[in-house]
């Protein structure tokens, strides 16, 4: 017997009036238990929201543009028996932004705290150099503290959007326009960046024109942002794993039979807690001001994870009250979360320091890139055998090299030693874990 059922917003979070930005379904359409219907657009991520039943579209109560919240009436669906018990009421499918340096040297989906007056501001503002007090910009509230973030004066930037309203790319496009104009000899402040050149590649041979991932496209900015304003110093450092990977792998036979993986980045996660108790500034953030530091008591904790749509960065939350094997399983489930595009936008947020690990590729150190308003990140490149000295022989020993950048503002470079010397001696002897 058929009955016509309503789906509505799922739980989203705390975010109130989202933008739909696209309707994958129309009216007469069959869709499938977690098929998407639509998709949101917040300023930390998009995400879709699926059927929780089998059947067909009767009536879409919204359209691309409008705004909803939780609770919202987005579609009727007519279903039968089967389709009405067939898949359990479903919380939105996030694809988040996540800021993403090469290859793998990640900053994560920025925080929405803004910085302080960034040089990106300077250039985009004194490019046009208008005056536009009392224009009014038609924006939401989300792309007012996006534009805010990257320092642009919302009134200079012409809006695409329905009726001149102003969308993320437009001042997305706005930024890089005004970083990729000249600025004169004679200008202060802001960055001296030459103009880019437009070069027709295909005069030289065979092209092909590949579209970045739409996470690619929305990061681009933050990326931007964060590197030309923090300003940005890597310490490099290795230390003797060999301790711990027995350890590991004695670990992960016992847990094997309960699908439980552990990996090498779970340790990381429990040194860097400990690393970050004993050095509470990297364990912080600038206050808007730029002349305080505001110290967390808390350790989230982001871990970069590769997708096929570009890197995310999901936050563990509570690392130090948490056990290895706690951990692992945690980590486990919110990579394939990502990976499948499953992630929400409430697990992108509240990270305090990220972790990007590149051991399971290669390589031998990097410079990630610091995701603001975060103050440090930790690369973790590939680990080989290597002989080292033990004052009597050289012994084969497998070390892990490693990188930290960290904002020079808030960290020097005596600090930054003394985190990187701290954080190998705990993963040398992961028993300093129980100190």
């Known amino acids: 017997m058929a009955e016509l059922k309503q789906i509505r917003v799922p739980d989203i979070g705390d975010f109130k009036g989202v933008e739909i930005i696209e309707v994958m379904v129309k ?12 998709t949101l657009e917040t300023d930390k991520a998009t995400m879709d929201v699926p059927s929780p039943f089998a059947g067909i579209v009767k009536e879409l109560k919204i359209k ?20 009405a018990v067939a898949a359990p009421a479903s919380a939105p499918v996030a694809a988040p932004v996540a800021a993403v340096a090469p290859p793998q040297a990640v900053v994560a989906a920025p925080q929405p705290a803004p910085a302080p007056k960034p040089p990106v501001a300077s250039v985009a503002t004194s490019t046009l150099n208008q005056n536009t007090e009392g224009l009014k910009a038609h924006a939401s509230p989300s792309i007012r503290r996006f534009a805010r973030e990257l320092g642009v004066d919302l009134p200079q930037v012409k809006g695409s959007g329905e009726k001149g309203r102003i969308t993320k790319e437009d001042v997305q496009n706005f930024v ?4 990729a104009q000249p600025r004169s000899a004679g200008a202060s402040g ?4 030459p103009e880019m050149p437009a070069v027709d590649f295909s005069k030289f041979g ?43 792998k004695q670990l992960g036979t016992e847990y094997a039979a309960q699908g439980i993986k552990i990996t090498p980045l779970v340790f990381l996660l429990k040194a860097v807690v400990a690393t970050l108790q004993r050095f509470p ?28 749509e570009g890197l995310v960065v999901p ?33 992108m947020q509240g990270g305090c320091f990220t972790i990007s690990s590149l051991g399971g590729i290669g390589g031998t150190a990097f ?29 084969p020993k497998l070390i892990l090299p490693f990188s930290l950048s960290y904002d020079h503002r808030v960290i020097d470079g005596a600090a930054g030693a003394r985190f990187t010397t701290y954080l190998a001696q705990i993963l040398a002897d992961v028993r300093r874990l129980v100190l």
């Not at 890089?176 to 970083?179: C, E, P, T, W």
């Not at 739409?214 to 060999?242: C, M, Y």
């Not at 308003?373 to 033990?390: T, Y």
């Open 27 to 38: 009216v007469g359409d069959t869709v499938q238990a977690e098929d998407s219907l639509i």
């Open 64 to 83: 691309v543009g409008d705004k909803v919240s939780e609770g919202d009436l987005v579609v009727v669906i007519e279903v039968n028996d089967a389709g």
């Open 176 to 179: 890089k326009n005004a970083l």
């Open 190 to 193: 802001g960055l001296q960046i």
């Open 206 to 248: 065979a092209i092909e024109n590949k579209p970045l991932s739409r996470i690619k496209k929305l990061s681009g900015a933050f990326l931007h942002r964060n590197w030309v304003s923090i300003p940005h110093i890597t310490q490099h450092d290795e230390t003797d794993i060999t301790d711990m990977e027995a350890f590991r």
């Open 281 to 308: 500034d990297f364990n912080a953030s600038l206050d808007p001001s730029g002349e305080s530091l505001i110290l967390k008591k808390y350790f989230h904790i982001g871990v970069a994870v590769d997708t096929p």
């Open 315 to 347: 936050v563990l939350r509570d690392v130090d009250q948490k056990g290895i094997v706690q951990l692992a399983k945690e980590l486990g489930e919110i990579s394939i979360r990502a990976r499948e595009k499953k992630i929400t936008a409430a697990e």
């Open 367 to 395: 410079t990630p890139i610091i995701n603001a308003p975060e103050v440090a990140i930790l690369g973790v490149s590939k680990s080989s055998i290597k002989p080292v000295w033990n004052n009597d022989k050289f012994e």
